[in-house]
């Protein structure tokens, strides 16, 4: 192949990888097996390694970061990014409202246009594309001039490397906010915590670390999520709107949120907020209000800016999930990989309608910085834990009575020489057969995401253990109803709900019995790359550390963790006594034949008679997928109440629009 030959055919690959780029991380809708990406990304790099000169900072190789450095470089912003005004009341938001009519002369029964997004809990970025290619990412720094993370920008997989509009504009400064989503920070803080490391103390934290980092490989490997909501400096292109605008970088390429739309007048914003307080509890990420900005380009700039912020925009804030409350006891748990955290026994407190008795202190040196004591009034926070965190100690209310609790020599549990290994934060059991350990692994085995057995629970779980009926998981396959009957209130009903359940697991979906397994770092994303890429168990076990590898998303430390637990003897027993027992995990290509197979959904609205859950299980059983954002690929739009953006988008592309009803009607018709 001649250089000529190469420059073209790296040219398409572009376009081709950034396509299913877009395909999988932002529709959730990949088009082509990860196998068919993978040798079109090997292609990409081979000619690259062949054609040095060809190789671009652009190209989508680069994503996996590149040599660490010693520091970041300044960028000036060509247009400040400024911050907002922030309110916590409606009264602020009518007196904001009041202020822009009088600002616009308007009269009382003219109502303005707003444009309501939910206010992302992340890091403002400024992004650049040069001639419609990435050149640039910086973060805010202090309005005027950031830090160039460029870099780090790179490896965000849903950032698209090129915008997908021909001819591009000369240059467009895209401002948006860079997260991670709550189960990639939930995942992201068990690794840590299982590898000694201390954990993140909210997502936001986690992305700034993540994106701040001077080497782009280890941002590489932090799932950070983007979206996009406002222009910087444009040259090449006019937009109207901020509605014109989000649509416009949408089509672009750009991830922008679904959940943002136009309202009208006062009214219409604080209805919108009220929705987004609601839905703030189901959503997979962290908001901490929502933004409200003039739609009109026109008149963001009759309306101009003050020193620090714009005139034309606001942010109306979520109460914060704190409350303050006592610490009754701080007890050591040992979780699933033996690791022994403090956890603050709490007096129950509401904090935004969830009832709070526990929290987490990490690990025993935070416990000693943060000089919590049992008898503390404490501050405590909901910060995308499942468990919420001490933030602090009130000192000041101390009588004296507080005692601390010293860490632990023995396992709380089964009383073996806890263990510091080096460099590690915290402290371990190292003890296989440590009941504590075998309790967790049953109930992650059993929990709703992985094998789903109803009723085992932890309280069943919690008592197996303790009556030595199961010391393995697969000891639950061979438990039988007199098992049952020697626990405390047991009645023949329900111990036969509990094998019913037990009996229903034999046949789950392959990812999930991989996630039940507990392999280190193999959360649900990855049990489900790894049940697609192998297709079976066994297949699995079997696999080579250069198979795992050439996987899209399994790195090297999570492909060594999978081989050293299908080579570790006791896993292997267990997982023959299961297959033994008559476990048998479906795997998910036979769901090829389903009924919803290569179909499209996308969930909007409230829903009322299933969770969003639910609804994204059922279509995914049935071989289809449940999006998150409307295109022409969608085949059905399920609306729940109070629908938005995407049922505007439905209907614009002419996208069927059908009710939960009829989603339940279509899955029955579908099954006969
Ligand atoms: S617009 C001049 N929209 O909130 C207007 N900001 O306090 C600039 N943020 O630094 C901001 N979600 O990091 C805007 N949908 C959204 C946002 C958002 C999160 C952050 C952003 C900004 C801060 C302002």
Redesign the pocket.
């Known amino acids: 192949m001649d250089t000529q030959a190469a420059e073209a055919r790296i040219k398409e690959l572009y376009t081709l990888i950034e396509r299913h780029n877009i395909l999988y991380y932002r529709d959730d809708a990949p088009e082509v097996s990860d196998a068919v990406y993978d040798e079109l990304f090997r292609e990409l790099q081979l000619l690259e390694e062949r054609f040095p000169t060809l190789a671009r900072p652009e190209s989508p190789t680069r994503r996996i970061g590149a040599q660490p450095r010693e520091s970041f470089s300044q960028i000036r912003h060509r247009i400040p ?4 005004e ?1 309110t916590l009341t409606e009264k602020e938001i009518v007196e904001f409202n009041d202020r822009i009519k009088r600002y616009l002369s308007l009269t009382d029964d003219q109502e303005l246009v707003y444009f309501c ?8 970025v400024e992004l650049v594309y040069e001639e419609g290619v990435f050149s640039e990412g910086s973060t ?1 720094g202090d309005g005027f001039i950031g830090e160039d993370v460029s870099a780090n920008v790179r490896t965000i997989k849903p950032l698209p490397l090129r915008l997908t509009i021909d001819p591009p504009p000369h240059r467009v400064e895209v ?1 948006g ?1 860079v997260y991670l989503a709550l189960k990639d920070f939930q995942q992201l803080n068990a690794e840590r915590e299982e590898a000694g490391e201390q954990p993140f103390a909210n997502p936001r934290n986690a992305a700034a670390g993540s994106l701040r980092q001077l080497d782009s490989r280890v941002t590489a490997k932090r799932p950070l999520s983007l ?1 996009c ?2 222009p910087g400096e444009i040259d090449g292109y006019e937009f109207v709107s901020q509605q014109n605008f989000l649509d416009t970088i949408a089509q672009w390429g750009l991830p922008v ?1 679904q959940l ?1 739309r136009k309202v009208s007048g006062v009214g219409g914003v604080l209805a919108y907020y009220r929705e987004m307080a609601t839905m703030r509890e189901s959503l997979d990420y962290e908001i901490d209000g929502v ?1 409200v ?1 003039v739609d009109s380009f026109a008149l963001q700039r009759e309306l101009g800016e003050k020193s620090r ?2 005139r034309w ?1 606001i ?1 109306f804030k979520f109460p914060p999930r704190q409350a303050t409350t006592l610490v009754e006891d701080i007890v050591p748990q040992v979780g699933r990989t033996g690791v022994i955290t403090p956890v603050a026994h709490l007096k129950p407190v509401e904090v935004s309608g969830v009832i709070v008795s526990r929290a987490t202190l990490h690990n025993w040196e935070e416990l000693a910085k943060k000089d919590i004591r049992i008898g503390d009034t404490v501050l405590i926070e909901r910060a995308g834990d499942v468990i919420p965190a001490v933030v602090k100690a009130f000192s000041e209310k101390r009588d004296g009575s507080e005692r601390t609790l010293p860490m632990p020599e023995y396992c709380p549990e089964c009383g073996s020489k806890v263990t510091k290994l080096p460099g590690e934060v915290a402290i371990r059991c190292l003890e296989l057969s440590c009941p504590a350990q075998i309790r967790e692994a049953i109930s992650h085995f059993a929990s709703r995401n992985a094998m789903d057995i109803e009723g085992l629970g932890d309280k069943y779980g919690e008592e197996l253990v303790k009556l030595n009926l199961v010391t393995t998981v697969a000891d639950l396959y061979t438990l039988n109803r007199d098992d049952f009957m020697r626990f405390e209130r047991m009645g023949d009903k329900l111990a036969g709900n509990l094998l019913n359940a037990i009996e229903n697991s034999k046949k789950r979906e392959l990812s999930r019995f991989i996630f039940a397994l507990g392999i280190r770092n193999v959360g649900e994303h990855t049990a489900k790359i790894l049940a697609g890429a192998f297709g079976s168990i066994e297949n699995l076990a079997k696999a080579t550390e250069a198979e795992l590898l050439s996987l899209r998303e399994i790195g090297p430390q999570v492909a060594q963790n999978i081989i050293e637990y299908f080579a570790n003897p006791r896993n292997r027993e267990i997982l023959q006594s299961m297959i033994h027992a008559g476990v048998q995990p479906i795997s998910e290509e036979k769901r090829l034949g389903g009924k919803f197979a290569g179909m499209n959904f996308v969930f909007t609205g409230t829903l009322t008679q299933f969770t969003r859950d639910e609804a994204k299980r059922i279509v995914e059983n049935e071989g289809g997928h449940a999006t998150g954002s409307v295109s022409r690929k969608t085949d059905f739009v399920v609306a729940g109440t109070e629908a938005g953006s995407k049922l505007t988008k439905a209907r614009e592309l002419g996208v069927p629009v059908i009710s939960e009803t009829e989603f339940l009607e279509l899955l029955g018709v579908c099954r006969t």
């Open positions: 990014m400024l911050s907002l922030n997004e939910p206010k992302m809990d992340g890091l403002a805010r401002r906010e979206f909501y406002g949120n943002s933004v900005k912020s714009p925009a942010a």
